[in-house]
């Protein structure tokens, strides 16, 4: 059982380009999270959606974008990369029948 | 809106000694509360959760209540080891289903 994979791993970005991070999960859960981590810091919650089809904005939107269209997969989409997005970013996933959720290993994205 | 504050570290302790983690929160409704565990390079784990007042979550020698009225979720264990050496989160989960985080305490325990 895979769980939540995230692809790629690391990525070195220059100003002014644009990127997809990847998030897939094979457990059939309706909830998803995106989250960045800075170094030394906690997880702030960039982007999370109850199900396919559904949105929504968590503490730290801007200069990000998602969609999720389907149950297992919800990417997240950075059209003009900053040396602020420089981070790491978690996905995770929870169950519609419990509160936990369950995180994916993690993107190392640098913007030079 | 939601929040979570946790105690400054980082902590640096002795094998065996006493760990306390203080968290504190801030939410409407009646959140699930949770500590997660980081090793290095290494993504979240779930350590303990408690989902009502008074619940107490324990795992691998942690324990946690879940305390409404001081609003708080603080992490102990009685004996840390070595092993035990890695950043720890709070977090919360509320009723509109987003999860917040604390900023993470990190740990270190010598021999």
């Known amino acids: 059982n895979a769980g939540v994979t995230q692809t790629p791993k690391f990525r070195i970005l220059k100003i002014g380009q644009s990127m997809t991070l990847q998030c897939t999960q094979d457990?059939?859960?309706?909830?998803m999270y995106w989250y960045r981590q800075d170094p030394g810091m906690g997880l702030k919650l960039i982007y999370y959606?109850?199900?396919?089809?559904?949105?929504d904005k968590g503490e730290v939107p801007n200069g990000y974008n998602v969609s999720r269209s389907t149950t297992e997969d919800f990417p997240l989409r950075l059209e003009l990369a900053a040396p602020s997005q420089t981070s790491v970013y978690f996905c995770?996933?929870?169950?519609?029948?419990?509160?936990?959720?369950?995180f994916g290993q993690g993107t190392r994205l640098t913007v030079v | 809106g939601n929040s979570v504050t946790q105690m400054e570290g980082p902590v640096t302790l002795s094998e065996e000694a006493f760990l306390t983690i203080n968290c504190t929160y801030t939410?409407?409704?009646?959140?699930?509360l949770f500590w997660y565990v980081q090793y290095p390079g290494e993504g979240l784990q779930l350590l303990l959760k408690?989902?009502?007042?008074?619940d107490k979550g324990s795992n691998k020698g942690f324990e946690a209540t879940y305390r409404k009225e001081t609003t708080s979720f603080h992490l102990e264990k009685g004996s840390v080891q070595v092993s035990d050496s890695a950043v720890y989160f709070c977090?919360?989960?509320?009723?509109?289903?987003?999860?917040?985080f604390g900023a993470g305490t990190r740990l270190t325990v010598k021999p």
């Open positions: 457990m059939n859960h309706n909830y």
């Open positions: 959606s109850v199900g396919a089809g559904i949105t």
């Open positions: 408690a989902t009502k007042a008074d």
């Open positions: 977090a919360l989960r509320s009723n509109n289903n987003d999860m917040r």
């Open positions: 995770a996933s929870s169950p519609l029948t419990g509160p936990e959720a369950f």
């Open positions: 939410a409407t409704g009646y959140p699930s």
